[in-house]
DNA sequence: TCCCAACTGTCTCCATTCCGAAAGGATAAT
DNA sequence: ATTATCCTTTCGGAATGGAGACAGTTGGGA
């Protein structure tokens, strides 16, 4: 799931965000201050950013030139929280590039709305290019089209399995235990003595046919996909 | 580059806009008024007008009745801007003529990519009219007349099923969810829980008629317009 | 002003597909 | 050979999307 760095002062509003961040499933992470949140948005890389406008040590202005003028932080999307909903704030959080803002008081169902967009919006236009597929030997794959070609055909799969392909290809040549990856395709966590992850994995393999060998079994720790497509032993 | 003509009347809106497009390199006209907007719309030829809805003097759709009353300035594209709950209906249809819109608040980021993909398509179709339609197989579209055929038999579609397929057909072989739908077409942020989608899609099935196979559902996803005619499954 | 037609969003129902679990067979490790 | 681990098959329940119906709105015309 996506990760959201939240810069804000007040307690109890870190707080209420980060419980209902988490509650949607999103990871947290939080920073008091302007120049903590502009380190830990360096070190961690979130994939998007809330920041409060006004903050004890910078003003959120600066923090957002900092996060702009950083090219390791330059594309995480800033979400402003402003006080007050004057209008300057908005044309200097514009300005600054930030994505959208919202006025306080508002409501944790709106801005939550607003995360989601964002993030749809920075997932989706991600590949720009028209035909930018992944490929991997015989197999290719289209994450913006959801589709999956073995040696040119097609093969239809359904979404978990998708899922399933993308989460074990991104992460290919490490090992993916079973709980790691019912947690983060399903979104569960349960240690699970549950064989659910092999059953989709058989199913994934049947409708890959000749590409299945690019998912290997490691015995007793989880699945692993192939490094490269000619490291595949018959 | 191209030139934009602003007419808004919030002064701080106004410059938002104004500092962005310069920043994306657009050459920017301004004007706070319907009348001031008309007078500058026939004197300067922009490439394009965003205007809104709510003026001071006159409403944005006299503004636009205005423009397309001129010879001069028929053909310049017209992107709306509206508040949120603002009759958007009677804009888009051949009444006004409008190419588009986007409703407040919207992020920067998004409106630019609108203005983008107006600009490439008038470029596209210089010579106004005869070829302004895009083709896709047996379906033929008209963006700026708002019409569309199938096998060379024009279909009435509502607005918002006219704004439905050209959004699918605009982001074609990419799936679209039906949140990220439901906020560009409806310009909505909600969560999904409805079937509102659905039923558009599928009213739009029936009336596309044959070429109805071009839009794919993808389970559990969303949908997805075909990538070219030809791929369309039996 | 009233009425009618068109449009839109929501609801329910239903067929289909998909998922997850269970259980027994197969295979690798010791 | 024995055990631990993984594969394969099967099946009922759940989720998903399409079809149809309906009520609230809106715009246009009588």
Redesign the interface.
């Known amino acids: 799931m996506a990760r959201v760095l939240v810069i804000e002062d007040e307690r109890d509003l870190q707080q209420v965000l980060a419980y209902n961040l988490r509650k949607e499933g999103y990871e947290v992470l939080q920073a008091v201050d302007g120049l903590e949140g502009l380190r830990t948005a360096k070190v961690h890389r979130p994939d998007m950013i809330l920041l409060d406008l006004m903050l004890p040590d910078l003003p959120g202005t600066e923090v957002c030139k900092g996060l702009k003028a950083d090219v390791t932080t330059r594309d995480i999307p800033v979400l402003m929280l402003t006080a007050k909903g004057e209008?300057?704030d908005?044309?200097l959080g514009?300005?600054l590039g930030a994505?959208?803002?919202v006025v306080k008081p508002f409501s944790v169902r709106?801005l939550l709305?607003?995360i989601?967009?964002?993030l749809?919006?920075a997932h989706?236009a991600k590949p720009s290019n028209?035909e930018d597929a992944l490929i991997f030997g015989r197999l290719r794959i289209?994450t913006?089209?959801?589709r999956v070609w073995v040696d040119d055909l097609e093969v239809q799969l359904?979404?978990?399995e998708f899922r399933l392909l993308v989460m074990l290809y991104e992460r290919r040549n490490r090992v993916q235990s079973r709980a790691s990856l019912l947690e983060d395709v399903w979104g569960l966590q349960a240690d699970t003595e549950t064989r659910t992850v092999d059953t989709h994995v058989k199913r994934l393999r049947e409708k890959l046919g000749a590409a299945e060998a690019y998912i290997e079994t490691v015995r007793g720790v989880g699945y692993r996909f192939a490094a490269s497509p000619d490291e595949v032993h018959a």
Do not use: K, M
Request: overall charge negative; proline content about 4%; charged content about 40%.
């Open positions: 209008e300057i908005r044309v514009f300005e994505e959208d803002y709106e709305l607003r989601q967009a964002i749809r919006r989706g028209p289209d913006a089209a959801h359904t979404s978990i």
